[in-house]
Nanobody, 122 residues
Framework: QVQLVESGGGLVPPGGSLTLSCAAS????????IAWFHQAPGKERKAVSC????????HYVDSVKGRFTVSRDNARNTLYLQMNSLKPEDTAVYYC???????????????WGQGTPVTVSS
């Protein structure tokens, strides 16, 4: 059974940092494109980043470039999203997802975690 489990969310003031984790079981993350999405209340789920299975390169949407960084621990089969300089507009539930190739659209992924909430507020 495939499971993706996100953790690390919480409340952080503007300008603060958080590191989210996506731990996988039942699959090996290196074999999949792994994306981070976020979904704010009442809004669509939107892509944040995608890490390719082909060359492990990570791609980011413009709104997080220079602030968010993806890394992976293959031994732990876990992907991380380091989020720095957080802004109130980053407030959302963050999900990791696994698919066959990178896509900015949620329809491109077939394994999802349950999400972890991030609130950026003073």
């Amino acid at each position: 059974q495939v499971q993706l489990v996100e953790s690390g969310g919480g409340l952080v003031p503007p300008g603060g940092s958080l590191t989210l984790s996506c731990a996988a079981s039942g699959i090996s993350l290196v074999d999949y494109a792994i994306a981070w999405f976020h979904q704010a209340p009442g809004k669509e789920r939107k892509a944040v980043s995608c890490t390719s299975s082909m060359d492990s390169s990570s791609h980011y949407v413009d709104s997080v470039k220079g602030r968010f960084t993806v890394s992976r621990d293959n031994a732990r089969n876990t992907l991380y999203l380091q989020m720095n300089s957080l802004k109130p507009e980053d407030t959302a539930v963050y999900y990791c997802a696994a698919g066959s190739k990178c896509s900015w659209f949620p329809e491109g992924y077939f394994h999802w975690g349950q999400g972890t909430p991030v609130t950026v507020s003073s």
